[in-house]
């Protein structure tokens, strides 16, 4: 129940400020258009209280799930005349290649379209107004993550550096190294610490260094040739091969994904993987690369079930995204020390450049997997796994997952609302273009019913969604096959 209360609590506030964020930017822009604002809203429901300010009732509603803005004339058909005063005429005659209109009864009883409507302003400012949400959790994400790297900027502080993995082949391999290694020198740089032996590798790209290694108490000399591909700053000596050990923990699974090698063999949210084959990993990138050098043989796993050894479990990996994969995620090593250590604000602001680019992306690519039928659509999770997610990450003690986590979801709520769908700001884009090109509007009838078949598909989309979060939860593991 604790767990269920502290995950309720995250979503609510998570993606509460993540939507009102968004919706704040169709405000601010609207505004800035001359569109008149009817309200802006901190929740659903009931009004509760707020204050109204000029044409806006600025209020905070029951329901705490996001937000929302009301424009006069945003919806289809909705049509707003105001009396044809000399001012608001001439202000639908500035409106008039949009579609402005006046009726004339008598000389003194005019009625012209509201040149504060929505449907009023030119089609680049309705456009503008509608990516301007995508556009501020875009920015929310990016300012999320410079004020992390800026201000906190958590590392591992690990000491002695030890090798976990060597990939088979590799400049690491070449130069003699092996697993359970310890770095005694690099570079000439005595017993450095994870964070100082990456740095140590970036400054050496394309070069070849001295390594002295503690090998079980004896020491061995080697010299290594480092690719021009490696990047201190995202840990990735990998590429020479080396995978360090950060951990002491094994892998434990956080969830399984449906009609995998994972799931057909047993393994269950919860178990850990003591070794793979007799090599004993801690963290699921030595994993991976392990089965990618074995090309996608079957791997022996020694599984811990609630401090349990299970029998020898035979997995055949399978492919994904270019690598083999057994159809499991990973739960977060929960012993790795971190410590803080602040950017400079430009390297900050190159950091969050990075990372939003690296995750800006996700949403789409995981719909492109599902469409292509190379994820199954029941890896798919909504609102409870975002909910999920956040309990997770606000019992994490460090807050790199808390910052990481908000950023990615303010990057793909912006994404998911991008795209060309009716309903979505990126279907009301793709709406105006069309009608740009055709120089006129299209049909009201034909908008009403392209808006009500595309509401029927995304209710459906969304209770299946549910439906597969509900399924994955740990208390509906005993209804599973």
Request: charged fraction near 20%; include cysteine; charge should be negative.
């Amino acid at each position: 129940m604790h767990d269920f209360f502290v995950s309720a609590v995250a979503f609510i506030v998570l993606v509460g400020v993540m939507v009102v964020v968004h919706e704040f930017g169709h405000f601010l822009v609207a505004k800035l258009c001359g569109v008149r604002v009817e309200a802006f809203s901190v929740g659903f429901g009931p009004r509760l209280f707020g204050i109204k300010y000029g044409d806006t009732d600025y209020k905070v509603c029951l329901l705490p799930l996001g937000g929302f803005v009301k424009m006069t004339g945003e919806n289809p058909g909705e049509v707003s005349m105001v009396p044809g005063t000399p001012v608001a005429i001439q202000a639908a005659e500035k409106f008039r290649d949009r579609g402005a209109s006046a009726t004339h009864t008598h000389d003194e009883d005019v009625l012209v379209e509201d040149p504060g409507s929505f449907m009023a302003h030119p089609r680049w400012q309705r456009m503008l107004i509608g990516v301007a949400g995508p556009f501020f959790n875009f920015v929310l994400a990016f300012v999320l993550m410079v004020v992390y790297f800026t201000f906190i900027n958590e590392v591992p502080d690990i000491h002695p550096t030890k090798i976990e993995w060597v990939t088979p082949g590799s400049a690491a391999d070449q130069a003699g190294l092996k697993p359970g290694d310890v770095i005694a020198a690099f570079d000439n740089t005595a017993h450095p610490d994870y964070e100082k032996f990456h740095e140590l590798v970036g400054d050496n790209s394309n070069k070849t260094v001295p390594v002295t290694v503690d090998r079980s108490g004896a020491i061995v000399q080697a010299t290594l040739h480092l690719p021009s591909s490696t990047d201190g700053l995202h840990d990735d000596a990998s590429k020479a091969g080396i995978f360090v050990q950060y951990t002491q923990s094994p892998i434990q699974i956080d969830q399984v994904s449906p009609d995998s090698p994972a799931q057909r063999a047993g393994l269950q949210s919860g178990d850990k993987i003591v070794s793979v084959d007799g090599h004993a990993f801690h963290t699921v990138l030595p994993l991976v690369d392990y089965m990618q050098s074995g090309k996608g043989k079957p791997v022996t796993l020694t599984v811990d079930r609630k401090g349990e050894t299970l029998l020898p479990i035979v997995i055949h990996p399978y492919v994904q995204d270019g690598g083999w994969r057994l159809g499991f995620l990973p739960g977060g090593p929960e012993d790795v020390p971190l410590r803080a250590e602040p950017m400079t604000f430009s390297s900050a602001v190159s950091e969050s450049r990075d990372f939003c680019a690296e995750n800006s992306l996700l949403i789409v690519n995981v719909l492109k997997k599902v469409l292509t039928h190379q994820v199954s659509v029941k890896q798919l999770s909504g609102p409870v796994g975002i909910a999920v997610a956040a309990g997770q990450a606000v019992k994490e003690p460090y807050w790199s997952a808390k910052f990481g986590l908000a950023a990615g979801i303010s990057l793909n709520l912006g994404i998911l609302n991008l795209l060309p769908f009716p309903i979505l700001d990126g279907g009301l884009i793709l709406l105006l273009i069309i009608e740009s090109i055709m120089r006129r509007d299209i049909s009201l009838i034909v908008k009403e019913r392209i808006y009500q078949a595309a509401f029927v598909v995304l209710v459906a989309f969304f209770a299946f969604v549910m439906f597969n979060d509900f399924s994955k939860l740990q208390i509906f593991s005993h209804l599973k096959p």
